[in-house]
């Protein structure tokens, strides 16, 4: 990968921001600092703007994260929130809507299925897979068949579902018995599951946060991308950054950040720079945007 002329050195990345623990990470965050309105700032939701909670219904964005997203967002090219959630929910939960300042901000739902932006304040989705349905009707039913079933619960996603193990007697246990009959119940009906932090969502095939994230890239024509994750889920995004970064003759700097968590290791492993939840991802956040 070649190196941006105008980008700083490495060595001289402000001493306020942790330093990445990789060469591709320290030339990402220098790149992002040169030209930061060439710059995509991607994150996930839960779990990296918002702190995972027993309950999806009540997860919401840090309360330190809107203002440091408002910080930010005027001088970066754009900031994605991608997630695996409804567009409109993350909107909700992460209080983005009639924000002023936040104009360079959108929200890819649904792995990026839906779409919307600040500006227009919609969002944009298309008609929901038909094996969703199917796959809503039998859910319950396939539970009922384990004794695992207690204590799990069912988020509905609109064009996804979602099932939850975190308040189960034994979390692991049920995660690990539902994985096999939850593959084979989406597989009946065109879909594939997702797993996650004790949760297996039922999706439909041919889009990820890699493929979102890619996407999105190329329409910003972007020098450089960060994005933070701390999910399973995510591992397709830290995919398709060190795709990017061996695109074309230099290729597009590429910062991994993982919202660190003991529950994915494979994440913190392949990340460029590990922060201390939604907490250091803000702290982060906010300081990146008074260097910029």
Same mark, same amino acid.
């Given at each position: 990968m070649g190196s941006n002329p105008h980008a700083p050195a490495p060595s001289e990345i402000p001493s306020e921001l +942790?330093? +990445?623990a990789t060469p591709p990470g320290r030339e990402a965050l220098a790149a992002i600092l040169a030209r930061p309105d060439r710059a995509v700032v991607a994150l996930d939701f839960d779990g990296t703007l *918002?702190?995972?909670v027993p309950d999806p219904d009540q997860a919401r964005a840090h309360p330190g994260a809107v203002d440091a997203l408002v910080a930010l967002a005027p001088k970066v090219a754009s900031i994605a929130v991608i997630t695996g959630r409804p567009a409109g929910v993350a909107v909700r939960y992460g209080g983005f809507a009639g924000v002023r300042g936040l104009d360079h901000l959108v929200v890819l739902g649904h792995?990026? *299925?839906e779409r919307w932006d600040a500006v227009s304040g919609t969002v944009h989705a298309p008609a929901p897979h038909p094996g969703v349905a199917a796959v809503r009707a039998e859910l319950p039913g396939v539970l009922d068949r384990f004794d695992s079933w207690h204590g799990t619960w069912i988020e509905e996603k609109g064009q996804a579902l979602a099932v939850h193990t975190r308040r189960a007697a034994d979390p692991s246990a049920a995660f690990e018995a539902l @994985?096999? +009959?939850?593959?084979?119940l989406a597989a009946r009906h065109g879909l594939i599951v997702e797993p996650g932090r004790l949760v297996l969502e039922l999706r439909p095939l041919g889009m990820d946060k890699g493929v979102a994230l890619a996407q999105y890239v190329r329409e910003m024509d972007a020098e450089s991308v960060l994005y933070a994750g701390d999910d399973l889920g995510d591992l397709a995004a830290y995919a398709a950054v060190e795709k990017l @970064?061996?695109?074309g003759p230099d290729g597009i700097p590429? !910062? !991994?950040?993982? /919202?660190?968590? *003991?529950?994915v290791p494979d994440l913190a492993e392949r990340a460029d720079l590990l922060l201390n939840g939604p907490e250091g991802v803000v702290e982060? !956040? /906010?300081?990146l945007a008074r260097h910029l």
């Open positions: +942790p330093t +990445p *918002a702190d995972i792995y990026g *299925a @994985r096999e +009959p939850l593959g084979e @970064r061996t695109e590429g !910062l !991994l950040v993982c /919202s660190g968590s *003991a529950e982060f !956040l /906010s300081v």
